[in-house]
């Protein structure tokens, strides 16, 4: 009856390295493009606190959020597929 809970178990844990991978992927993407700029920019200040700073901002931004996209494509398409094949 509740065969699903280790395939939603597995899932779950999958999506979240998938996450965490993408997340820390993104970071350094990030991170990147602000030592770009800081040196574009003529090296206003310390290279550290200007990346800091910016990374700062990037933590509250919504390009952040959308990671989170990562657990609800696949949960809305799973959920998807169970309503048409079992309702259509």
Do not use: C, H
């Amino acid at each position: 009856m509740f065969g699903f809970i280790p395939v939603f178990i597995v899932g779950f844990v999958i999506l979240t390295v998938i996450y965490a991978a993408v997340s820390f992927w993104s970071r350094q993407v990030r991170r990147g493009k602000l030592r770009k700029r800081w040196e574009e920019d003529g090296r206003p200040g310390e290279l550290e606190t200007y990346v800091e700073e910016g990374l700062e901002d990037y933590d509250d931004s919504f390009r952040r959020k959308l990671i989170l996209l990562v657990y609800l494509v696949p949960l809305a398409a799973v959920a998807t597929i169970i309503y048409v094949v079992n309702f259509m």
